[in-house]
């Protein structure tokens, strides 16, 4: 069974800085792409960042190219989103999710849709 | 590419149906597959997205049949026959035709 548990998040000053984990698990991790997505109440989802099975590959949204990391741990099967000089617009539930699609090449392909979500973790930026 | 969805919301009786319609910006079908880069996704109160539908019409495992997707090129729709009480959720497209990939606004489906 594929699960998605998260950690992290919570409250932050305009500037600050969070780190979100997702752990993986039910599936073989370096075959598929994870990415982050963010939601704000009464919005549509917001792509944030996506990172291959393998690590080697990384896209970031422009809204926060620079400021946020996306990272793995094969060993621990968890993807990170480390996110610096957060801004109040930062301010959303994030989930991780998992690419539908197996991928041996270890490389983002950018053509990823979600069949497994994570509950999703609350960042809130405020001064 | 910018995806757009109409209408924002709708109310349907239990047992009728429901017809939300997805717009893409650009084409999203594929000349060398010959597929379209479409999903959609329910979201239930309080829950993450559940994917409903791939490629734009391949219904995933354990979605009901009354659950199902249309469309090519631009335009895409999704219908719901025999709307059920546990319908009642935001339903969202998204193309995956290449990075950035976007969600749309959503549509709110209610039981009137």
């Known amino acids: 069974e594929v699960q998605l548990f998260q950690s992290g998040g919570g409250v932050a000053q305009p500037g600050g800085s969070l780190r979100l984990s997702c752990e993986a698990s039910?599936?073989?991790?370096?075959?598929?792409?994870m990415i982050w997505v963010r939601q704000v109440p009464g919005r549509g989802p917001e792509w944030v960042s996506a990172i291959s099975g393998t690590g080697i590959s990384k896209y970031y949204a422009d809204s926060v190219r620079g400021r946020f990391t996306i990272s793995s741990d094969r060993s621990k099967n968890t993807v990170y989103l480390e996110m610096n000089s957060l801004r109040v617009e930062d301010s959303a539930l994030y989930y991780c999710a998992k690419d539908a699609r197996y991928n041996s090449s270890g490389y983002l392909t950018g053509t990823y849709y979600f069949d497994f979500w994570g509950l999703g973790t609350a960042v809130s930026v405020s001064s | 590419i910018v995806m757009t969805q109409s209408p924002d919301s709708l109310a349907v009786s239990l047992g009728g149906r429901a017809t939300i319609d997805c717009k893409s910006s650009v084409n999203i079908l594929s000349f060398s597959n010959k597929k379209n880069y479409l999903a959609w996704y329910q979201q239930r109160p309080g829950q993450p997205l559940k994917l409903l539908i791939s490629?734009?019409?391949i219904r995933e495992s354990g979605v009901p049949e009354r659950f199902s997707g249309s469309g090519s090129g631009t335009d895409f729709t999704l219908s719901i026959s025999n709307v059920q009480a546990e319908d009642v959720a935001v339903y969202y497209c998204?193309?995956?035709?290449?990075?950035?990939?976007?969600f749309g606004p959503g549509t709110r489906l209610e039981i009137k």
């Open positions: 998204q193309h995956h035709f290449g990075s950035p990939l976007a």
């Open positions: 039910g599936f073989t991790f370096v075959n598929y792409a």
């Open positions: 490629w734009a019409s």
